[in-house]
C-alpha cells in the first residue's frame, strides 16, 4: 500500500514537473493563430501587402492590450503569388502549423483553389478582396467570409453606369479569359441585354501577357463601340487604353476594381485620364478608415495599397468574433459575425448567412488628374 | 478595306516585335544547336537597363535622342555582359554533354534570371517612358498604324540585312559558319571556336537589348516576366521559320504575327493562340525543319 502510494506521489511529482517544464509549450498554444494568405511576391503583390500591413495594425493593437481574453495573437504569413496552384500548398502549410483563422486569400483563383483544404479542417477564413460569385452565392464554402461584395454586384454597377449613367447604347465587353475577369464579364454582358436599352456589340476574350494588343482594339474600334467594359487585371488593362490612345479611338472604358489601383494610374501614366474603373463603396468620409490610413502612415511612413480597408475590416471583424465567441470554434465564430455588428473601416458591418458582408458595395471611379476620384 | 489593312499592318508590327526577339535565338540555335531558353530574360535585362538609365537621364533632362541613344547603349553592353556570362557559367561547361543538359541548364538560367531581377528590382509593374516619340508628321495616319511601329519595322528589318551581310561576307562570319557546320574541323583551321561563340552570344544578346528598348517603350510597361511570354512567342517563331535561319526567324515572326492578328479581327481573339500553334503544328507537319530551314541531315 505504501508503496503504490509513493509511486502515485512520485508519478503526481513527476506530472507537476513536467507541468512546471511544459509552461513555454503551454503558452505556445494559448496563442491565437492568425494566417495571412496572398500574393507577397510577384507581379501581383501590390494586391496582397497592403492586408499584411492592414492585419499588423489591428493585431499589434490587440497584443499591445494583452491579446484577446489572455491569448496573443500570433501572425502566420503565407505567400501564395495569386497562383491557385500554389495557394493550395499555402493552405496546406497555414492549416498543418495550425491556424485557427485566415484572413485572405487575396485573388479570386486561388482562393477558390485554397477554400476546400479550409472547409475540411473548419477554420474561418475572411477575404478583403476575392470577389467571385461561388465563394459565397454557391454555399458550398460555410466557412468563408468576405468584407467586398461579390462580383455579381459589379457587373451590374459597369453595365448600368455605361447604360443608365453615360447614356451609352452600343458596348464592348472585353475580358482577360481568367477566374475573375471572365465571370465578370459575362455578367456585364447578361445585365447590358437584360437592360433593354443597350447592346453588347462585341464580347471576347485576350490572351493576358500579350505583346501588343492592336488587333483587338482596331475590332472594337470595327465594332462601333461607344464604350468598353474590360474584366481582368491592370496590366492588361493599362496596355489596351494605351493602345486604345494610340489608334485615337475616343471609346470609353470602364473596368473592374482589378484595375482600381494606383498601380494601374502610374503604368498607364497620362492614357489612363478620364478611365472608369469600379471600386469598393467610397469609405474616404469614413471616420474608422482615415483613423487606419493614419495608422499606417505612422507605421510604415506610406499610403496604404489595395484592400486596405477591406483587410482592416475582416481583421477586425475576426479579432471581434473571437472575443465575443471566446473560441475559435467555426460554428460559434459564425454566430457572431452574422448576428453582430461591428465598426469597420468599410462601415458597420455584420454579414449574411452566405457570407457577404451586408451593406457593403461598390462605387464608380474615374481617373481625374492622376488620382480615382468618385464618380457621383 | 482599311480594317483589312489595320489589321495587316497591326499583325507586321506584332511579328517585327517577335522578329527582334527570334533573331537571337535563331543565331545561337544555328552556331551551336541550343535552344537558348535564357534569351527571353536577356531582352527583359535590356529592356530593365535601359529604362533605369532612361529615366536617371530624364532626371537630368537629356534630349530624347540622346538619352534614347545612351540608353540603348547602355543596354547593349549590359545584355552582351549577361549573354556573355550565361555562355560561359551555363552553356560552356557542358559543350560535351549530351543535347539535354545544356538545354536544362538554358531552363534553369532563364528561371534564375527572371528572379533574380525580381528580388534586386521589383515585382511591380514599372511605366516605361515613351522613347520613340508620336512623330508630327505620321498623325493623319496615326489610327492606323503608330511611330513606334514604324521605327520597330525599319529597326527588324535593318538588323536583318546587317546580320546577313556580317554573316555572309565577315571574317567573324564565316568563322561562326564555319563553327556551325563542323566544330572540329573549325578548330583545325585555327579558328579559336571558344571566341566565335562568345561572339554569338553577344550579338545575339545586343540584338535582345534593342528589342528591350523598342518593344518596351512600344508597349509602355515592363516587370521581371516579360521575357518569358516573348520569348516563348519569340521561339515559336523561330521554329515556324526554320530555327537556325535568319531570314527564317523574320519570315516566320511575320507569319505569326499576321496570323494572330488575323484570328483576332476576323474570327475572335479567344482563338489567337490556337490559330498561331494550330499554324505551327501544320507547317511542322508538313515542313518539319520550318519554314526556310534546312533539312538536317544527321551523320553517321
Redesign the interface.
Given at each position: 500500500m505504501k508503496l503504490m502510494k509513493s509511486k502515485k506521489l512520485i508519478a503526481a511529482a513527476a506530472v507537476m514537473m513536467m507541468a512546471m517544464y511544459a509552461p513555454g509549450a503551454v503558452n505556445a498554444a494559448d496563442t491565437i493563430k492568425f494566417g495571412i494568405a496572398g500574393p507577397h511576391s510577384g507581379d501581383l503583390a501590390s494586391y496582397g501587402l497592403p492586408s499584411v500591413n492592414a492585419a499588423k495594425l489591428v493585431i499589434d493593437k490587440v497584443n499591445a492590450k494583452g491579446g484577446i481574453n489572455g491569448k496573443k495573437i500570433e501572425m502566420l504569413i503565407e505567400d501564395d503569388v495569386c497562383k491557385p496552384e500554389i495557394a493550395t500548398n499555402t493552405a496546406t502549410k497555414l492549416v498543418s502549423e495550425g491556424v485557427q483563422v485566415v484572413l485572405g486569400h487575396i485573388c479570386s483563383g486561388a482562393t477558390v483553389a485554397a477554400m476546400p483544404i479550409y472547409r475540411d479542417a473548419k477554420i474561418l477564413v475572411m477575404s478583403p478582396s476575392a470577389t467571385t460569385d461561388p465563394l459565397t452565392l454557391s454555399g458550398e464554402y460555410p466557412n468563408f467570409f468576405r468584407t467586398i461584395a461579390p462580383n455579381a454586384a459589379q457587373s451590374p454597377t459597369m453595365a448600368d453606369f455605361a447604360v443608365n449613367k453615360l447614356g451609352l447604347t452600343k458596348i464592348a465587353v472585353i475580358h482577360d479569359k481568367g477566374d475573375y475577369g471572365k465571370p465578370l464579364a459575362e455578367g456585364a454582358k447578361k445585365a447590358v441585354e437584360d437592360g433593354g436599352k443597350g447592346k453588347v456589340v462585341l464580347f471576347e476574350g485576350i490572351t493576358p501577357g500579350a505583346v501588343d494588343y492592336s488587333a483587338i482594339v482596331q475590332k472594337i474600334k470595327q465594332s462601333g463601340a461607344e464604350a468598353v467594359i474590360f474584366g481582368g487585371y491592370h496590366p492588361e488593362a493599362s496596355k489596351i487604353v494605351s493602345m486604345m490612345k494610340k489608334k485615337r479611338l475616343k471609346t470609353e472604358f470602364i473596368s473592374d476594381d482589378g484595375v482600381k489601383d494606383d498601380t494601374f494610374i502610374k503604368v498607364a501614366g497620362k492614357d489612363a485620364e478620364g478611365v472608369y474603373a469600379v471600386g469598393p463603396e467610397d469609405v474616404t468620409s469614413n471616420k474608422m478608415s482615415i483613423a487606419a490610413k493614419e495608422e499606417h502612415k505612422a507605421a510604415f511612413k506610406s499610403d496604404p495599397g489595395a484592400f486596405f480597408d477591406g483587410a482592416y475590416a475582416a481583421t477586425t471583424a475576426m479579432v471581434n468574433a473571437i472575443e465575443k465567441a471566446g473560441s475559435t470554434d467555426l460554428e460559434a465564430l459564425k454566430k457572431v459575425l452574422q448576428s453582430e455588428k461591428v465598426e469597420t473601416p468599410v462601415g458597420n458591418i455584420n454579414f449574411d448567412e452566405k457570407g457577404d458582408a451586408v451593406g457593403v458595395g461598390y462605387s464608380m471611379y474615374q481617373v481625374q488628374g492622376g488620382k480615382f476620384v468618385v464618380v457621383k | 478595306m482599311d480594317?483589312f489593312i489595320?489589321?495587316f499592318l497591326?499583325?507586321i508590327?506584332?511579328g517585327a516585335?517577335?522578329a527582334l526577339i527570334a533573331l537571337g535565338y535563331t543565331m545561337v540555335y544555328g552556331i551551336i544547336g541550343l535552344i537558348n531558353f535564357a534569351h527571353g530574360e536577356i531582352y527583359m535585362i535590356g529592356a530593365f537597363t535601359s529604362f533605369i538609365v532612361a529615366t536617371v537621364l530624364s532626371i537630368y533632362g537629356f534630349p530624347l535622342l540622346a538619352i534614347v541613344l545612351i540608353a540603348g547603349v547602355a543596354a547593349v553592353i549590359w545584355s552582351s555582359a549577361y549573354g556573355y556570362t550565361v555562355e560561359k557559367i551555363a552553356y560552356k561547361p557542358l559543350r560535351h554533354a549530351p543535347r539535354l543538359s545544356p538545354l536544362i541548364s538554358a531552363i534553369g538560367m532563364s528561371v534564375f534570371l527572371q528572379n533574380y531581377v525580381?528580388l534586386a528590382q521589383t515585382?511591380?509593374?514599372?511605366?516605361f517612358p515613351e522613347l520613340i516619340p508620336e512623330f508630327a508628321f505620321m498623325e493623319p495616319v496615326?489610327?492606323i498604324i503608330?511611330s513606334s511601329d514604324i521605327i520597330i519595322l525599319i529597326t527588324t528589318a535593318v538588323i536583318m540585312i546587317i546580320l546577313t551581310v556580317v554573316i555572309k561576307f565577315t571574317r567573324v562570319g564565316k568563322a561562326m559558319r564555319a563553327t556551325a557546320q563542323d566544330r572540329t574541323m573549325a578548330m583545325l583551321v585555327g579558328i579559336n571556336v571558344n571566341r566565335i561563340i562568345s561572339a554569338t552570344f553577344i550579338i545575339g544578346s545586343a540584338l535582345a537589348a534593342i528589342g528591350g528598348l523598342l518593344?518596351a517603350s512600344?508597349?509602355?510597361?515592363i516587370?521581371?516576366?516579360?521575357g518569358f511570354?516573348?520569348g516563348i512567342?519569340a521561339f515559336t517563331a523561330a521554329v515556324l521559320g526554320g530555327i537556325g535561319s535568319i531570314p527564317g526567324a523574320v519570315l516566320g515572326s511575320l507569319v505569326l504575327g499576321l496570323t494572330?492578328?488575323?484570328a483576332?479581327?476576323y474570327v475572335?481573339?479567344?482563338y489567337?493562340?490556337v490559330f498561331a500553334f494550330s499554324l505551327l503544328v501544320l507547317i511542322l507537319i508538313f515542313k518539319p525543319s520550318g519554314l526556310l530551314g534546312k533539312a538536317e541531315t544527321k551523320k553517321v
Open positions: - | 480594317y489595320e489589321l497591326g499583325g508590327t506584332r516585335i517577335y525580381l515585382s511591380d509593374f514599372l511605366p496615326a489610327h503608330g518593344i512600344h508597349v509602355g510597361q516587370n521581371f516576366y516579360i511570354l516573348a512567342k494572330e492578328s488575323f483576332t479581327g475572335s481573339s479567344d489567337e493562340d
